[in-house]
């Protein structure tokens, strides 16, 4: 008996701890795969071998009216001669300017990361470089190897607005550093902007610490 009013609140401690365990866990960090299927275009949206760049033809020039014949004189009459100007040559053919296919950002394939800095810097944490190498590996991979991408960083509302603007473009060129080094990524695929605190995942007030603002975007921008 006395064995048995031991173990019962062992058990139910043992249980609380079990459904407890869930609710406090971290996020779990998406793999190379996820990236890759968050990232990949749907079909039509982009052409890579095109760089988004479709041209217009070319609209033909406008005809010129044919000059009708002058009538014969019936008798030559002496007039002083007339200087009678050139015919002004058809207009020329101008190729009309290129068009610009880009997606809304709306409906641009993109993937929201949980990048984790050190506190006021742009120093890569371990979780950091977890995530970074699955991305890395996702941006190799010929699903996603003809496109390019926009790294925007973002912060939450703590610290100055100014302050937050210079932190998240430091640390979306730190993303873009390390996998250009580190992956062998070209540079001119990848583009790094820092936003700030101007788009928030969740809107607080300023001085707010909220983990889910401060996170790196990772938009593909097509071929």
């Known amino acids: ?40 275009p749907k079909p039509g949206q982009f052409q890579p071998a095109t760089r988004g760049i479709r041209p217009v033809s070319p609209q033909p020039a406008s005809p010129v009216p044919a000059q009708p014949a002058a009538a014969t004189p019936t008798a030559p009459m002496p007039t002083a001669p007339v200087a009678t100007p050139p015919p002004a040559p058809p207009p020329a053919m101008q190729p009309a300017p290129a068009v610009q296919a880009a997606l809304p950002a709306a409906e641009a394939p993109s993937i929201s990361l949980t990048v984790q800095f050190a506190t006021g810097s742009a120093a890569l944490t371990p979780q950091a470089m977890r995530v970074l190498d699955e991305l890395g590996k996702a941006l190799l991979s010929e699903d996603l190897r003809p496109y390019r991408f926009r790294i925007e960083g973002h912060t939450d509302t703590t610290g100055s607005r100014a302050v937050n603007q210079a932190l998240s473009e430091r640390r979306a060129a730190a993303v873009r550093g390390y996998l250009t080094q580190n992956f062998g990524i070209e540079a001119g695929r990848l583009v790094a902007i820092g936003l700030g605190q101007t788009q928030l995942a969740v809107q607080t007030p300023d001085g707010v610490d909220e983990p889910r603002n401060r996170r790196v975007q990772i938009v593909n921008i097509g071929g």
């Open 1 to 40: 008996m006395t064995l048995h009013r031991h173990l019962r609140p062992l058990a139910a401690a043992a249980l609380a701890a079990l459904l407890a365990a869930p609710a406090g866990a971290q996020p779990r960090d998406p793999s190379a795969n996820e990236i890759i299927d968050a990232l990949r």
